[in-house]
């Protein structure tokens, strides 16, 4: 694993309204036999203590596990829906994830990586999602 500086770029579509957050924190990468995995701090008050990780299937697939106070692994992957339980501080929920995109664009040094997707919890969609995440290698 490589240190990395991470910045994540959010958009959420909920209800007709645009919500946008952008995080850059320190965390860690690797390239892997079938893509690669990001690890990353999140920083945001809510999500104190929570660790992020992607592994990263080429331009297919994306498994999202957070551990901490919010506990979860999402399955994002193109053109699939998958379901997952995604434990707060408050209690579990069932959400159903579906991918409409991936892309990896990463190297030895760092690189790219965005997806799309909707969620939606007992059938009802909730928000449509996008991240994009840029990994430079820390020297």
Not at 28 to 42: A, H, N, P, R
């Amino acid at each position: 694993m490589k240190n990395a500086i991470i910045t994540i770029k959010d958009r959420h579509l909920q209800d007709g309204e645009e919500l946008t957050a952008e995080l850059t924190t320190s965390g860690s990468f690797e390239l892997t036999k079938k893509g690669c995995t990001v690890i990353y701090k999140e920083t945001d008050e809510e999500m104190t203590d929570c660790i992020t990780r992607l592994d990263v299937e080429g331009a297919q697939r994306v498994a999202m596990t957070r551990t901490g106070k919010f506990n979860t692994e999402m399955i994002i992957e193109k053109g699939s829906r998958h379901t997952c339980f995604y434990s707060t501080p408050f209690g579990e929920l069932i959400m159903g994830i579906y991918g409409m995109s991936v892309e990896c664009n990463m190297s030895e040094n760092g690189g790219t990586l965005s997806f799309t997707y909707t969620l939606d919890f007992n059938n009802t969609p909730a928000s449509e999602n996008q991240l994009h995440i840029t990994v430079a290698e820390k020297e």
